[in-house]
């Protein structure tokens, strides 16, 4: 069966501070990977997709993500964090035609300054 | 495009009474998705459609929940009689045909006393 992890529930670092947020899934072929990031009162938006081909994708707001298929893991990266990221992350995974995307439970960044 | 649109953003109502929530989807998108997220359950999948027809509906809690979709531009979903523990956020979100990430509207928090 389809299933996301996101291992950890929250995440506090330092304006400034590098970034990686985990994710690990379940899924009998290649899947569709998502990254969406949900502010306070807002909905989710999309940040990155990965579906074939470089398993580096660049994001928007200068997130990025490696999809490591030996690791079943699609790990999200910042480089330098800015306080306007904080929010909850929700990593999903999909199949084609995007109708069964199943979400992880999210994981809540906190930036301190 | 003005994105998915959901309607009320807020809503508060009393145990037992209706209430129903509305979603206008991006155009020329022909699936819609309704999910509920709690800090409990996260985000839930309720129910979706595929040209205007539902497709599955698994994930409604019970049949106090409905959700139509009379055309391409206008979804509702309802629960009559709410409860309070159907207090959450409630998000619809559409998918174009041919695409695989899923568009998210901003939600409408619903609070039943």
């Known amino acids: 069966a389809q299933s996301v992890t996101q291992p950890d529930i929250h995440i506090t670092v330092s304006e400034g501070a590098s970034l990686e947020l985990r994710c690990n899934y379940s899924?009998?072929?290649?899947?569709?990977l998502f990254w969406y990031v949900q502010s306070p009162g807002q909905g989710l938006q999309l940040l990155l997709k990965?579906?074939?081909?470089?398993?580096l994708v660049q994001g928007i707001k200068g997130f990025e993500a490696e999809f490591k298929r030996s690791q079943s893991s699609f790990n999200l990266r910042k480089p330098s964090v800015h306080w306007s990221d904080a929010a909850e992350y929700f990593c999903a995974v999909g199949s084609t035609g995007g109708f069964k995307t199943i979400f992880g439970a999210g994981t809540r960044l906190f930036v301190k300054a | 495009d003005a994105g998915v649109i959901q309607s009320p953003r807020h809503e508060v109502t009393e145990m037992g009474q209706e209430v129903t929530l509305r979603c206008k989807p991006i155009?020329?998108?022909?699936?819609l998705f309704w999910y509920r997220q709690t800090m409990m359950r996260g985000l839930e999948l309720l129910i979706y459609f595929n040209n205007n027809v539902p497709i599955d509906d698994s994930g409604m809690p019970e049949d106090r929940f409905s959700a139509k979709m009379p055309n391409a531009s206008f979804s509702t979903l309802k629960i009559q009689p709410s409860e309070p523990r159907d207090s959450a956020v409630y998000f619809c979100a559409t998918l174009a045909g041919g695409g695989n990430e899923q568009f998210f509207g901003p939600g409408t928090r619903l609070t039943v006393l």
């Open positions: 155009s020329g998108h022909n699936s």
């Open positions: 990965y579906f074939s081909g470089d398993t």
């Open positions: 899924y009998g072929a290649t899947p569709y």
